[in-house]
């Protein structure tokens, strides 16, 4: 039955990871739920029970995220379903932000994903069957966001490994999907989740513009329900061949087709350029 099916979710104490949580509980499914502050899923979801593991889990720690990964198959018995959520977002132009800046969002969003699909592959291969979910953004195919680059950059590598992922996953029957989420609304826009840079530079006006746009204008109005969004992951769960992209909310196609409109038009406008190179 699918309700039988354990998932593991990263990132799950806020956003998107804590409305799909709390959905797949109360749907009867048996979760795995992963954060830094492990209090605050055990404040929301409870203790340890036969639906339920919190885990205190460093995603950038290969050994914590192995060790996650092994507690779950101990506590439930298999590992069905992984979603790939924890990350943040860091503002910031690319001149601005440090290298240290740049390496730790990479760390989370990238390398921490790899992390997870690392641990978790050879238990979904060993019974042929699993999902994985890596939640992108719709910055992970439209980077035109000024002070947004590093962040972006970050989510476009995610839908990139996810590609490679599926075509290496298939065999075994493992479907992995990459997840590009509009604007919802949750608290990935606020001063306590995106990260600022912490030395900026007064001639990116743009790029302050983008941020105070983001963070005092877009957040509290996005036009998109999480707890929808919870429920659309768990229907492409059940379904036999799901995607490996897939746009998540509202106003993503408009994103999609402005990005795919640009570039049909600058390989237009070079094609002879391009073509210049033929032996």
């Known amino acids: ?10 990132g799950a104490s806020k956003g998107l990871g804590f409305e799909l949580v709390k959905k797949l509980l109360s749907e009867g499914y048996r979760v795995a739920a992963t954060s830094r502050t492990v209090e605050l899923l055990v404040a929301s979801f409870g203790k340890a029970s036969g639906n ?7 995603i950038t ?7 996650s990964v092994a507690k779950t198959v101990e506590h439930f018995g298999n590992i069905d379903v992984i979603v790939n959520n924890a990350g943040y977002g860091q503002i910031g132009t690319l001149e601005e932000l440090t290298d240290e800046e740049a390496r730790a969002n990479f760390d989370v969003n990238v390398f921490g994903s790899l992390n997870v699909i690392r641990n978790a592959m050879p238990y979904l291969r060993e019974q042929q069957s699993g999902n994985i979910f890596n939640i992108s953004s719709i910055g992970g195919y439209a980077g035109n966001f000024p002070g947004w680059g590093i962040y972006c950059s970050t989510k476009f590598a995610v839908a990139g490994f996810t590609e490679a992922l599926a075509e290496e996953a298939r065999p075994f029957g493992i479907h992995a999907t990459v ?9 990935f826009l606020t001063q306590e989740s995106a990260k600022t840079p912490a030395h900026t530079i007064e001639a990116y006006e743009s790029a302050r513009n983008s941020e105070q746009a983001h963070l005092n204008e877009i957040n509290g109005n996005q036009p998109n329900d999480p707890v929808k969004a919870a429920e659309a992951l768990i229907a492409l769960s059940k379904e ?5 992209h897939f746009l998540l909310g509202i106003e993503t196609n408009e ?4 990005k795919f409109k640009t570039m049909t038009k600058d390989a237009e406008n070079w094609k002879s350029l391009t073509e210049s190179t033929a032996l």
Request: negative net charge; glycine residues 2%.
């Open 179 to 187: 997840v590009y989420p509009g604007y919802f609304r949750t608290d």
């Open 1 to 10: 039955m699918e309700t039988n099916k354990v998932w593991f979710v990263t």
């Open 61 to 67: 720690d290969n050994d914590n995220v192995k060790a």
């Open 52 to 58: 339920f593991l919190p885990l205190d889990m460093n």
């Open 255 to 258: 994103f999609l087709n402005n």
């Open 240 to 244: 036999q061949n799901p995607p490996v």
